[in-house]
């Protein structure tokens, strides 16, 4: 049985950080592409940034040079490291696994504010 379970959200200042976790099974994690989504309140899930099998890293726009993606295939999961974090950055943010067929997890709420 595939299984995403995301963990590490909560509430933080902004200019802060945070480390979001994606511990995986059922599947062969080191052969699928892996990313991150947020969903703010109001508005559509968007893509945050992902990581190939081969540990090739892409970003948003908005979150390039604050977040960082990576992963370790000896533990099944994959992270998103969150600096600098802004009160837009609020967002339930869920990890997907791609090969073909796409897996999601239920997400981990992250809230900016001060």
């Known amino acids: 049985q595939v299984q995403l379970v995301e963990s590490g959200g909560g509430l933080v200042q902004p200019g802060g950080s945070l480390r979001l976790s994606c511990a995986t099974s059922?599947?062969?994690?080191?052969?699928?592409?892996m990313s991150w989504h947020r969903q703010a309140p109001g508005k559509e899930r968007e893509l945050v940034g992902g990581?190939?099998?081969?540990?090739?890293?892409y970003y948003a726009d908005s979150v390039k040079g604050r977040f960082t993606i990576s992963r370790d295939n000896l533990k099944n999961t994959v992270y998103l490291q969150m600096s600098s974090l802004k009160p837009e950055d609020t967002a339930v943010y869920y990890c997907?696994?791609?090969?073909?067929?796409?897996?999601w997890g239920k997400g981990t709420l992250v809230t900016v504010s001060s």
């Open positions: 997907k696994a791609q090969r073909g067929a796409g897996y």
């Open positions: 059922g599947f062969t994690f080191s052969s699928y592409h």
């Open positions: 990581i190939s099998s081969g540990g090739t890293t």
